[in-house]
């Protein structure tokens, strides 16, 4: 499923985030360098490099964990830094469907992702 937000630029409106940044083999060294300047630039919590996809990613990828007194800085840095990886951002707000749907945004191109794994919500 494509999200519904495909051209929106994020909005700060949450309290906690999730970027989630996509690559591909040929991009994992460079994935690789992005996360580490991410930990040491903004001291941002990064998850492990998932070469394989992983819950509802059907693409390699890396998250990111951020708040809302990081998003201002982070995001317009990582637009910037991200060159042509895409990269979901999206609210943390214990809603995982409408996180994904509702709340994502999109630096980059939207991609598909498995929403059957979430409870839609009422």
């Excluded at 630029?9 to 060294?29: G, L």
């Excluded at 998003?71 to 991200?82: E, G, S, T, V």
């Amino acid at each position: 499923m494509t999200l519904e937000h495909p051209g929106r630029y994020p909005v700060n409106c949450h309290k906690a985030y999730h970027a989630h940044i996509y690559f591909d083999q040929n991009s994992v060294e460079r994935v690789t360098v992005l996360c580490a300047a991410i930990a040491a630039d903004f001291g941002l919590s990064v998850g492990r490099i998932h070469e394989k996809p992983v819950g509802p990613h059907l693409r390699w990828s890396v998250q990111v964990s951020f708040s809302h007194r990081d998003f201002d800085a982070f995001i317009p840095w990582l637009d910037q830094q991200r060159g042509d990886l895409d990269v979901l951002v999206h609210g943390v707000t214990g809603d995982n469907y409408k996180d994904h749907t509702d709340y994502a945004y999109w630096l980059g191109q939207p991609a598909e992702l498995d929403l059957s794994i979430f409870e839609p919500s009422r």
